[in-house]
């Protein structure tokens, strides 16, 4: 057979046989069904590269396709061709005007319909509901997996009403002896998903000298590119899970200066001028706030542990953090000042 | 006067006619995936609602993983049907073309 003949199967193979063509797609949607499934299911392996290696599959296999279409033999070629229509007619109407339908109803659906809004409004329908009534082993279990699917699936509930779930929750940890362990698990997913709840602040990358101390990093910031002469306010040190430092706004009173160093440790003392508010960005690894001191800050994508020990916050946010809180006196006050409207404020010992 | 109008198409008629034989066959493979596509966004909002109601994530999590390999390989082979017809009609075309300037 010429290499045109070749050639004018193939393209019957593309365009005109539809029989054939999905058949072939159908062929090969099970095999890249069944290679994913298997890989991510029961190999477990990291999901990216196996989309890639699909993809890839798809390629493959339509190729051996086409190569087989092209070299199967004559006789049954004959027959296949005449199975399928080979001319172009519209065999199905009816699937096209249905498909078009549907289709031009789910898109219109999806933009006319807030969904988000609807989801959130579940979700805080449930909240609601959990929140009434007497709390107990299988109401906190559901408001855990509802604080965490609702995290996943970025719906954004409103803060007030898992603000009010997130309190009675502390509350039963603390009055609840039998749900002790429980109340205060659902306490902490609920106030990591209160924190994902607070929008970030828009901040950007300032000039920055880096020095490395025994517990970390420790950052000098300037305002502008030729200011770094001057003498430049510092904070730190940072744990490594801190990935980048910005800042939000700048002051020219050391009174309005951001704060970030252990306590009683005065390290911006005679500087004038320095940044009003730094945003402490990581990957969702651990900072201790135990020994601490800051003010205007705010943590992001961090997570947050606390001891119950000396600490000393003003004017503080945290935003997509999660929260391990150990369950003291210190620590159930933290909680509740979390949940507090605005940023935060948080000293212990009290004085 | 009437006569002369008698042997005439429309405009509309005569590029339908040019066009049917190509748009036909693409009309119905574009109503075929698209109930394909609807089908997996389907089943992500119906997973995405059972999740909300509040059943177990790690049995959904198994449907899940169904509907994204599924979408991945819809959306694989959509791309491969389209390449291929591409490729393939370019190269018809250039062949033609070809034999139209050689004849």
């Given at each position: 057979?010429?290499?045109?003949?070749?050639?004018?199967?193939?393209?019957?193979?593309?365009?005109?046989?539809?029989?054939?063509?999905?058949?072939?797609?159908y062929?090969?949607?099970?095999?890249?069904?069944?290679?994913?499934?298997?890989?991510?299911?029961?190999?477990?392996?990291?999901e990216?590269?196996?989309?890639?290696?699909?993809?890839?599959?798809?390629?493959?296999?339509a190729?051996?396709?086409?190569?087989?279409?092209?070299?199967?033999?004559?006789?049954k070629?004959?027959?296949?061709?005449?199975?399928?229509?080979?001319?172009?007619?519209?065999?199905?109407?009816?699937?096209?005007?249905?498909?078009?339908?549907?289709?031009?109803?789910?898109?219109?659906?999806?933009?006319?319909?807030?969904?988000?809004?609807?989801?959130?409004?579940?979700?805080?329908?449930r909240?609601r509901?959990?929140?009434?009534?007497?709390?107990?082993?299988?109401?906190?279990r559901?408001?855990?997996?509802?604080?965490?699917?609702?995290?996943?699936?970025?719906?954004?509930?409103?803060?007030?009403?898992?603000?009010?779930?997130?309190?009675?929750?502390?509350?039963?940890?603390?009055?609840?002896?039998?749900?002790?362990?429980?109340?205060?698990?659902?306490?902490?997913?609920?106030?990591?998903?209160?924190?994902?709840?607070?929008?970030?602040?828009?901040?950007?990358?300032?000039?920055?000298?880096?020095?490395?101390?025994?517990?970390?990093?420790?950052?000098?910031?300037?305002?502008?590119r030729h200011?770094?002469?001057n003498?430049?306010?510092?904070f730190?040190?940072?744990?490594f899970?801190?990935?980048?430092?910005?800042?939000?706004?700048?002051?020219?009173?050391?009174?309005?200066?951001?704060?970030?160093?252990?306590?009683?440790?005065?390290?911006?003392?005679?500087?004038?001028?320095?940044?009003?508010?730094?945003?402490?960005?990581?990957?969702?690894?651990?900072?201790?706030?135990?020994g601490?001191?800051?003010?205007?800050?705010?943590?992001?994508?961090?997570?947050?542990?606390?001891?119950?020990?000396?600490?000393?916050?003003?004017?503080?946010?945290?935003?997509?953090?999660?929260?391990?809180?150990?369950?003291?006196?210190?620590?159930?006050?933290?909680?509740?000042?979390?949940?507090?409207?605005?940023?935060?404020?948080?000293?212990?010992?009290?004085? | 006067?009437?006569?002369?109008?008698?042997?005439?198409?429309?405009?509309?008629?005569?590029?339908?006619?040019?066009?049917?034989?190509?748009?036909?066959?693409?009309?119905?493979?574009?109503?075929?995936w698209l109930?394909?596509?609807?089908?997996?966004?389907?089943?992500?909002?119906?997973?995405?609602?059972?999740?909300?109601m509040?059943?177990?994530?790690?049995?959904?999590?198994?449907?899940?993983a169904?509907?994204?390999w599924?979408a991945?390989?819809?959306?694989?082979?959509?791309a491969?049907?389209?390449?291929?017809?591409?490729?393939?009609?370019?190269?018809?075309?250039?062949?033609?073309?070809?034999r139209r300037?050689?004849?």
């Amino acid at each position: 057979m010429s290499a045109g003949a070749r050639f004018q199967r193939l393209h019957r193979l593309w365009v005109t046989d539809n029989a054939a063509r999905w058949k072939t797609n159908y062929s090969i949607v099970v095999c890249t069904l069944a290679y994913g499934l298997f890989n991510s299911l029961v190999l477990g392996r990291n999901e990216s590269s196996v989309t890639w290696e699909a993809i890839g599959l798809c390629f493959v296999l339509a190729g051996v396709s086409s190569v087989r279409y092209c070299f199967q033999s004559s006789k049954k070629f004959r027959g296949a061709r005449l199975a399928g229509r080979d001319i172009p007619v519209l065999r199905r109407p009816v699937l096209t005007v249905m498909g078009a339908a549907a289709a031009a109803i789910f898109v219109t659906l999806a933009n006319v319909v807030p969904f988000s809004g609807l989801e959130a409004a579940v979700v805080d329908e449930r909240f609601r509901r959990l929140s009434t009534g007497n709390l107990n082993d299988a109401r906190l279990r559901k408001a855990m997996e509802m604080a965490e699917v609702s995290r996943k699936l970025n719906i954004r509930a409103h803060p007030s009403v898992v603000s009010k779930f997130t309190r009675r929750a502390i509350e039963a940890s603390t009055s609840k002896p039998e749900l002790r362990a429980l109340a205060w698990q659902t306490a902490q997913a609920c106030l990591g998903y209160r924190s994902f709840l607070n929008p970030p602040s828009p901040a950007k990358p300032a000039p920055t000298d880096s020095s490395m101390s025994e517990l970390g990093w420790i950052v000098s910031i300037s305002k502008g590119r030729h200011a770094a002469d001057n003498l430049m306010a510092s904070f730190g040190p940072f744990p490594f899970t801190v990935v980048s430092v910005k800042i939000a706004a700048w002051s020219d009173t050391p009174y309005g200066m951001a704060v970030y160093e252990p306590i009683g440790t005065g390290r911006n003392k005679g500087i004038n001028s320095g940044p009003a508010f730094i945003v402490l960005q990581g990957k969702g690894g651990d900072l201790a706030l135990d020994g601490l001191s800051a003010k205007h800050v705010e943590f992001d994508n961090l997570q947050i542990v606390y001891r119950g020990g000396r600490v000393v916050l003003q004017d503080v946010r945290f935003v997509n953090c999660n929260f391990r809180i150990e369950m003291r006196p210190s620590g159930v006050t933290f909680a509740n000042e979390l949940l507090a409207p605005g940023r935060v404020n948080f000293v212990s010992p009290l004085s | 006067m009437r006569g002369e109008g008698r042997g005439r198409v429309s405009f509309v008629a005569e590029f339908w006619n040019e066009v049917r034989p190509f748009a036909v066959p693409l009309l119905a493979d574009l109503a075929k995936w698209l109930l394909l596509f609807l089908a997996v966004g389907l089943l992500h909002l119906f997973l995405r609602a059972l999740l909300l109601m509040g059943y177990n994530p790690s049995r959904i999590a198994v449907f899940e993983a169904i509907d994204y390999w599924l979408a991945v390989s819809l959306i694989a082979v959509f791309a491969v049907n389209l390449f291929m017809r591409i490729v393939v009609e370019s190269i018809r075309i250039f062949i033609e073309s070809f034999r139209r300037a050689k004849s």
